[in-house]
């Protein structure tokens, strides 16, 4: 991969903000059974994007990093009123593109434009790449035919698709994943846009052409001003490629700081298995990673308290443990016993449906509270070592069986820590100069 060439010094500190985003939420509501919404009951709401504050400088590139399902991609089209915001503003040129009308959203996408991750699902099929290019011009006003022409010619030049003549008569079948991105990113520059919200734009290309169509990136960057969003989930490409990396998780920012800061610092249990999770070229030195548990929850239906602590190893007490965290672990204890033991402490404590109804304390048990407290001393002995314990604050008789009730937990903040902006209840105050 290229080196990465030197930030001028607008790009590391970057001054006017172009882009700012307040308190952002984007909600999906979910579509429940026939019978549901018959009776008007609420199926449920995806917070795709769930309160995100995150300004772009001018001529910066600011990279967003998470797994799938973070909302990553629902805040790079919510930048372009693809994805209506359900609270919060995104002011562009301190105008809020969250109230906008369809015909003011029009008017502003010239001024930001997206370059998509898939070029084959980007690319009308039935389009040469000179009707492609010059349709946003079409759309935009741009009458003259000669001018179009003119304005695709330069704009496919930028994006090193020359001689032009070879490629403007081509349709999107005769080119290859590389060149249709060039078209793609050729489409999207035509405008002359301020801002480019990039998603994924590399992952569908093979690795040969993913560090050209970086440092063409890079190029028209400095070449056009242009100020990037950069969507990923490639922690390598954003460390060559981005000023400043947001890490998100289910739909927050966690972390956000200096590309330096994060990669030599990290804060966050979340972006710290991120890191170990790049792997290492050389075969043969062995890298002790450790990996966040399971899988990411719900978006629909998230954890209480810190939304990573069910699968956070440096969990706390406070960090919100709550009635479905002890069913994972009792069905986890299960999966080590015998098909005896299993039914025996079946029986013990009975269904755990109740469980997956969030909440900070629990019932377990339907026999004897005694031989349930038993069980959980039994599996609190197998597996010393599970963060849940900690969380537990209380456990008493109830019924047949005991309440289980656990630490009131925090929903962390974004919060100062030395170089980096990290919502973490290991990092509560300020940390400065660590």
Known sequence: MPTKPEAPTETRTPGETVVDVRDLSVHFGLRGGNLARLFGRDAGTVKAVDGVNL??????VVGVVGESGSGKSTLGRALLGLAPATEGSILFEDEDIAGMSRRRLREIRRHIQMVFQDPNAALNPSMTVETAVGDALRVQGVKDADERRARVIDALERVGLSPVEL???????????????????????????????????ISMLDMSVRAKILQLMLDLKQDLGLTYLYITHDLASAKFFCDRIAIMYLGRIVEIGPTEEIFANPRHPYTQALLSAIPDPDPSRMVERELPRGEIPDAADPPLGCSFHPRCPQATPICGWESRDLRTVVEAHWTRRSPEEYDAEKGLVGDLDH??????????GSSSPDEVRALLDRMREEAPAEPLWEGVDSISDHGKGVRIDFHEGVDPVLRRAGGVEVACVLYPEDESGA
């Open 55 to 60: 300004r772009l400088g001018r001529g910066e």
């Open 167 to 201: 490629f403007l008569s081509k349709y999107p079948r005769d080119l290859s994943g590389g060149q249709k991105q060039r078209v793609v990113m050729a489409r999207a520059i035509v405008m002359g846009p301020s801002v480019l919200v990039a998603d994924e734009p």
């Open 355 to 364: 469980l997956d109804t969030a909440s900070k304390s629990a019932t377990l």
